[in-house]
């Protein structure tokens, strides 16, 4: 069975332009330094998206050790600042694309060090498939959680060597990473705070997706914040309403957090380059996310 994030997510091939042009992961990552690029990160609505230039910025690739294996990233930073705190930005089932890359560019402006790791590249170059069913099986539905957590530890090492203050920890991300968020809230002690972007809160156990938000959200290391739609088909406002009583049950973390539900948002309503965009709620979204990171520590 395919995880309900990587259905929601279907609809963005629709709102692209065809894939089979697309760069290369590592093209496309260098291209991301603020200029942009075609196929499935080139969005319709091209006219309206968010572009954050990189002016005052260290912003590029990077490869980060992962026991051995070099996993690709984005980092953008203030330049010519260390200390700076560290924001972890997880990606939707695409990858690091231009709408990422801009993402962390835009905490880079507000003073962090923001980096998003290619988590999928061991797996397969999610940003090359133009048909959604092999992306999911040969790509996405292979990833371990377990593979996750650890290449999402490896990026805090990286950022506490490289001009991070990890004692000044968050984590951000969008649909699939939106699950993520809340998974490695309990997974790492560091973790100040988290923001999950219309993330996957239950499903079925299984090998590689053993625990989902709800088994785990009584034990968060840092509040979470969650930012959903009440439009959003693929997940059920009851599954909502079943995390938050989770989250009331558990330790002062858990209870700490919150759940903002936009009335007529769709799920992605903060991707600027898909139709799903909601302008009023992105902005929103993006004030309390800044807003929570700093109340919690994470500035």
């Given at each position: 069975?395919?995880?309900?994030?990587?259905?929601?997510?279907?609809?963005?091939?629709?709102?692209?332009?065809?894939?089979?042009?697309?760069?290369?992961?590592?093209?496309?990552?260098?291209?991301?330094?603020?200029v942009?690029?075609?196929?499935?990160?080139?969005?319709?609505?091209a006219q309206?998206?968010?572009k954050?230039?990189?002016d005052?910025l260290?912003?590029?690739?990077?490869?980060?050790?992962?026991?051995?294996f070099?996993?690709?990233?984005?980092?953008?930073?203030?330049?010519?600042?260390?200390?700076?705190?560290?924001?972890?930005v997880?990606?939707e089932?695409?990858?690091?694309?231009?709408?990422?890359?801009?993402?962390?560019?835009?905490?880079?402006?507000?003073?962090?060090l923001?980096?998003?790791?290619?988590?999928?590249v061991?797996?397969?170059?999610a940003?090359?498939?133009?048909?959604?069913?092999?992306?999911?099986?040969?790509?996405?539905?292979?990833?371990?959680?377990?593979?996750v957590?650890?290449?999402?530890?490896?990026?805090?090492k990286?950022a506490a060597?490289?001009?991070?203050?990890?004692?000044?920890?968050?984590?951000t991300?969008?649909?699939?990473?939106?699950?993520?968020?809340?998974?490695?809230?309990?997974?790492?002690?560091?973790?100040?705070?988290?923001?999950?972007w219309?993330?996957r809160?239950?499903?079925?156990?299984?090998e590689?997706?053993?625990?989902?938000?709800?088994?785990?959200?009584?034990?968060?290391?840092?509040?979470?914040?969650?930012l959903?739609?009440?439009?959003?088909?693929?997940?059920?406002?009851?599954?909502?309403d079943?995390?938050?009583?989770v989250?009331?049950?558990?330790?002062?973390?858990?209870?700490?957090?919150?759940?903002?539900?936009?009335?007529?948002?769709p799920?992605a309503?903060?991707?600027?380059?898909?139709?799903?965009?909601?302008?009023?709620?992105?902005e929103?979204?993006?004030?309390?996310?800044?807003?929570?990171?700093?109340?919690?520590?994470?500035?």
């Amino acid at each position: 069975m395919f995880n309900t994030d990587l259905i929601t997510d279907s609809q963005a091939l629709l709102d692209a332009s065809d894939v089979n042009n697309q760069p290369s992961r590592r093209t496309a990552l260098k291209a991301a330094l603020g200029v942009g690029y075609a196929a499935a990160a080139m969005p319709i609505m091209a006219q309206t998206a968010i572009k954050t230039p990189a002016d005052g910025l260290t912003a590029g690739e990077v490869m980060i050790d992962v026991n051995g294996f070099k996993m690709p990233a984005y980092r953008a930073a203030p330049a010519g600042k260390t200390g700076l705190p560290v924001v972890l930005v997880l990606s939707e089932i695409f990858g690091v694309h231009e709408y990422i890359a801009d993402t962390a560019r835009r905490f880079a402006k507000a003073g962090y060090l923001a980096i998003a790791p290619e988590l999928f590249v061991r797996q397969g170059d999610a940003q090359s498939y133009g048909e959604m069913a092999k992306l999911m099986s040969e790509v996405i539905s292979k990833v371990p959680d377990a593979q996750v957590m650890a290449d999402l530890d490896a990026t805090v090492k990286w950022a506490a060597a490289n001009g991070g203050d990890t004692s000044k920890l968050g984590v951000t991300g969008f649909c699939w990473g939106g699950r993520q968020v809340w998974l490695y809230a309990a997974h790492n002690p560091n973790v100040k705070a988290g923001v999950a972007w219309y993330g996957r809160l239950v499903g079925q156990a299984s090998e590689l997706n053993p625990k989902h938000p709800v088994d785990v959200a009584a034990k968060l290391s840092g509040p979470v914040l969650g930012l959903y739609g009440a439009a959003d088909t693929g997940i059920p406002l009851d599954t909502i309403d079943k995390m938050k009583g989770v989250l009331a049950g558990g330790n002062a973390a858990a209870k700490a957090s919150s759940f903002v539900v936009y009335p007529d948002a769709p799920h992605a309503f903060h991707a600027d380059y898909r139709p799903s965009f909601r302008k009023e709620a992105a902005e929103d979204g993006w004030k309390r996310a800044t807003a929570w990171f700093k109340q919690h520590g994470v500035a």
